[in-house]
């Protein structure tokens, strides 16, 4: 299928937003929000520290008089610096462009699929800076199939579960994680749209180097096509 019209069939699945978080709070409680290395709020702070973000992130949406704070698409980031795990090679493949949307919120939130869903695949991505518990659900729309991720859930959500697994759209999948166990972030669910997985389990890149962004954004398209989270 080419990418124009997986974009088509993503962006024709719904008019209205689609909840990937407990539904019981309303789209009018999120907000966009940049952390990008552009955001000149962020170089106010220690970004390795994910208390410091996590003071950022409750300030914003103190600030806002909002819940949710989400984005992040393509943005270029400094905080990936912290981490070898993204930078093993030389500073040509730093991985530092963000290819999902992040979805800022308490730990413990309820995570729901978008989709009518089976389990793919589940794994602890334990690296520093890593996901931590990932899901990955599988959709099939149109007899096309595709992927969903799901990082820096709660260690409870990925036991007991198994490949195969049927969920219904809306239903709740995971709960979210905390610092502790979601490679050392403030609570935030990262959400991303994959065509196709490349033989990856229970894992997938969520952030690429500038040298691979072409393919990348090809095969992970925006999840606001299908979440529309900014009408
Ligand atoms: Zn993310």
């Known amino acids: 299928m080419k990418s124009k019209d997986f974009f088509a069939l993503l962006n024709n699945i719904s008019t209205l937003p689609i909840h990937v978080i407990d539904a019981t709070i309303p789209i009018s409680q999120?907000?966009?929000?940049?952390?990008?290395?552009?955001?000149?709020?962020?170089?106010t702070f220690n970004v390795s520290s994910s208390l410091a973000w996590q003071?950022?992130?409750?300030?914003?949406?103190?600030?806002?008089?909002?819940?949710?704070?989400?984005?992040g698409y393509l943005e270029q980031r400094n905080i990936y610096k912290r981490s070898t795990y993204f930078n093993?090679?030389?500073?040509?493949?730093?991985?530092?462009?963000h290819l999902g949307v992040d979805l800022w919120v308490a730990a413990g939130t309820k995570i729901l699929t978008p989709l009518?869903?089976?389990?793919?695949?589940?794994?602890?991505?334990?690296?520093?800076?890593?996901?931590?518990?990932t899901i990955i659900l599988k959709h099939i729309i149109n007899e096309e199939e595709?992927?969903?991720?799901?990082?820096?859930l709660s260690v409870a959500s990925?036991?007991?579960?198994?490949?195969?697994?049927?969920?219904?759209?809306?239903?709740?999948?995971?709960?979210?994680?905390?610092?502790?166990?979601?490679?050392?972030?403030?609570?935030?669910?990262?959400?991303q749209i994959i065509k196709d997985l490349e033989n990856n389990v229970g894992d997938y890149p969520g952030v690429c180097s500038k040298k691979n962004l072409d393919r990348f954004k090809i095969n992970c398209p925006d999840p606001n096509t299908l979440l529309k989270l900014n009408y």
Do not use: M, W
């Not at 093993?88 to 462009?97: C, G, M």
């Not at 995971?174 to 669910?189: R, W």
């Open 158 to 191: 990925i036991q007991g579960l198994k490949v195969g697994q049927y969920f219904k759209a809306g239903e709740c999948i995971a709960t979210l994680g905390d610092a502790s166990v979601n490679g050392d972030y403030a609570p935030h669910l990262h959400f």
């Open 30 to 43: 999120y907000i966009a929000i940049n952390v990008s290395e552009n955001n000149i709020d962020l170089n």
């Open 116 to 133: 009518d869903a089976t389990v793919h695949s589940f794994k602890n991505n334990t690296h520093y800076g890593d996901y931590g518990p």
């Open 88 to 97: 093993q090679e030389n500073n040509e493949e730093e991985r530092n462009i």
């Open 55 to 71: 003071e950022y992130i409750d300030r914003y949406l103190q600030k806002h008089h909002k819940k949710i704070a989400f984005g």
């Open 146 to 152: 595709f992927f969903t991720l799901y990082g820096h």
